[in-house]
């Protein structure tokens, strides 16, 4: 058997390989681009928002967990005060039913600082109206 120097075309084609890249390789280059650019700007938008919904790190479970805490810690030390204050006075059932709301409005207060709508003790509100404007 003899071989043919030379170049002789077989039936597998091989892809012609070209120095002018395709059109399509420039579009899709651009796409991708344009995709990382967008997915970079919803990242650090993203980043911003988890750490304002997150408060410190904790995840949706654990801030459930804190907030009922807070709730439950607050009725169980007004009822536990006002039943004591009953024994000792004597007034069943008026101080046990006095600060199991106290204890209430203390709970709710309580999750309503942890969840960041009421401002901590002591510290200042912004005026919405500063002194010297005409509004």
Known sequence: MTMKKGSDK???SE????????????????RRRQLDAEIATRRRSGSEGERGAK???TTGYG?????SSEFIA?????????????????TSPWGLIVFLLLGFAAGVLNVMRSAGVVAQPGQKVP???????DD
């Open 127 to 133: 005026d919405k109206h500063p002194k010297g404007s």
């Open 15 to 30: 892809p012609e390989t070209s120095d002018k890249p395709d059109f399509r390789d420039d579009d899709l280059e651009r």
């Open 10 to 12: 077989t039936s597998k």
């Open 55 to 57: 408060s410190g790190g």
């Open 74 to 90: 607050g009725v169980a030390v007004g009822a536990g005060l006002g039943w004591a204050i009953d024994r000792w006075a004597g």
């Open 63 to 67: 801030q459930a967990v804190k907030l």
